[in-house]
């Protein structure tokens, strides 16, 4: 899964070196980010005039947080690889207007010409970024409530008696549908299978955020054996 996933990165930056990426955080695409570096050191892969957007960072991590995603960005890939900080976007989490930061994160994307390959995981409950069920779809770069299962599911990394974020900065599905050009969406585990099944299987509906990516022309999804569980099922029985 990981060098699948890594192999459409390391092509598009092989036949277009300016390529601007939409990365992701969560454990999903550690694997991916880990073959990546391992590329760039072997000479395989340059930096140095790529551009990236994440998806999203948690409101009132600072970016030395060691679980906000600005870190996890630098310890998984920007300070193994050449890359200019200037060209690396993340959504500042302490912005004292989250509003106007949201308006003037959407407006560099909007000006980016584009993201030729956005980077996806997806949540146990179908969310994409932290488009949440009930998110709009035409939704641009806002301010999310994170949901009672997603803040369950990330308080694996807040460990020291801190409490999971209740809130982030999020790219809208509106912002993922329009601007990327080309989407790789990532899932492992069995704890996926549902969402997994419902984003390609049911109806296009924001009761599963990830099920609006049916409507984007160029989605690549790679998972693993667990998170096909559903889809395999269902297809044993027909
Ligand atoms: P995970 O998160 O990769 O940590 O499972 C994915 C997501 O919630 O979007």
């Not at 092989?14 to 570096?37: D, I, K």
């Not at 200019?84 to 407006?107: K, L, Q, S, V």
């Not at 990532?186 to 419902?198: C, D, I, N, T």
Request: aromatic residues 6%; proline residues 5%.
């Amino acid at each position: 899964m990981n060098a699948l996933a890594a192999a459409s990165v390391i092509r598009l930056l092989q036949t277009n070196p300016n390529a601007v990426l939409g990365l992701a955080t969560g454990s999903t695409p550690l694997g991916m980010y880990r073959l990546l570096v391992e590329a760039y050191q072997v000479g395989k892969i340059d930096f140095s005039l790529v551009t990236t957007f994440n998806l999203d960072e948690y409101i009132g991590l600072n970016a030395d947080h060691p679980q906000s995603y600005h870190a996890y960005m630098r310890t998984h890939l920007f300070r193994h690889v050449h890359i200019h900080p200037e060209r690396t976007h993340i959504p500042n989490g302490t912005a004292d207007d989250p509003d106007f930061e949201c308006r003037r994160y959407e407006a560099l994307i909007a000006g980016s010409n584009g993201i030729d390959l956005q980077l996806l995981g997806i949540g146990a409950n179908g969310h994409i970024g932290f488009n949440e069920p009930g998110a709009d779809p035409c939704g641009r770069t806002h301010v999310a409530e994170l949901t009672e299962s997603t803040r369950k599911a990330n308080a694996r990394f807040f460990t020291g008696g801190e409490d999971a974020p209740r809130y982030a900065i999020t790219m809208g599905l509106g912002t993922i549908l329009t601007h990327s050009k080309r989407i790789l969406l990532l899932a492992a585990g069995a704890h996926k299978a549902e969402a997994v099944y419902r984003m390609l299987k049911e109806k296009v509906s924001n009761d599963c955020p990830a099920s609006y990516l049916q409507t984007h022309p160029m989605v690549e999804i790679v998972i693993d054996q667990g998170a096909a569980s559903m889809l395999l099922e269902t297809a044993h029985e027909k």
